[in-house]
């Protein structure tokens, strides 16, 4: 079945670090994927996404790559602020069968100033 | 530019009393879904409505019910509440592959069973 793991948290760290959250996942065909960020108090929003393989999505200084070979979608950022703490959620939409969102458990990352 | 907006967002109950969660989009979503969120459980998918008039259970459905009332509303509702069902809930929508399937939020309820 379609499947999403992502690394365990929370991950600390310091200001203007760079940042890797790794994301793999388990789906036949082509799914859609997603990283989606929830601030504290206030439900998930879409930070951004990939839709075929290869395709780099791209936000607010994040950015992650949709990688076939490896069914990886890691999130990166170069620079860090406190204002990007929050608990982040990779995500896929399958391509066949099902057509729910799966989620994964959730990273959540704190940034010290 | 409302989105999806849920209410109430902060409920307290005691066992055994019921209550309604109230949802509304205002996307022209054909997909409505309710989740749970606990402390180091990540998301869990309680319902879902694929479009009006249709509901099917998610991963954890039992203590539950919903009501797809129209495109636009998804409620759901606790007939008999217990402390396991203390958690913040969400309601969120989605379009179709046009819109890539994102998922649509919202803030959230807090539900706390005493």
């Known amino acids: 079945g379609n499947s999403v793991t992502q690394m365990e948290g929370p991950v600390t760290l310091s200001e203007e670090a760079f940042l890797t959250i790794n994301c793999t996942y388990t789906?036949?065909?082509?799914?859609?994927l997603f990283w989606y960020v929830q601030y504290p108090g206030e439900g998930l929003q879409l930070l951004l996404k990939?839709?075929?393989?290869?395709d780099k999505g791209s936000n607010k200084g994040f950015e992650a790559t949709y990688r076939k070979e490896t069914t990886s979608f890691h999130l990166e950022k170069g620079s860090v602020q406190v204002s990007d703490s929050a608990v982040y959620f990779c995500?896929?939409?399958?391509?066949?069968?099902?057509?729910?969102?799966?989620f994964g458990a959730g990273t959540r990352l704190f940034v010290k100033a | 530019n409302a989105g999806v907006t849920q209410t109430p967002k902060f409920q307290v109950l005691k066992t055994g009393q019921s209550m309604t969660l109230q949802c509304a989009q205002d996307?022209?979503?054909?997909?409505m879904y309710w989740y749970r969120q606990d402390p180091g459980m990540g998301l869990r998918l309680i319902y879902y409505?694929?479009?009006?008039?249709?509901?099917d259970k998610g991963e954890v459905p039992n203590g539950y019910n919903v009501s797809r009332l129209n495109k636009r509303e998804f409620s759901l509702r606790l007939e008999s509440a217990a402390p396991s069902q203390t958690s913040v809930y969400f309601c969120?929508?989605?379009?179709?592959?046009?819109?890539?399937?994102?998922?649509?939020f919202g803030e959230g309820s807090w539900l706390t069973v005493v």
């Open positions: 969120a929508s989605s379009g179709t592959a046009n819109s890539g399937n994102t998922i649509y």
């Open positions: 789906a036949t065909g082509y799914p859609s």
């Open positions: 990939a839709t075929k393989a290869d």
């Open positions: 995500a896929l939409y399958p391509s066949t069968g099902g057509f729910k969102t799966i």
């Open positions: 996307m022209n979503h054909n997909s």
């Open positions: 409505s694929a479009s009006e008039g249709t509901t």
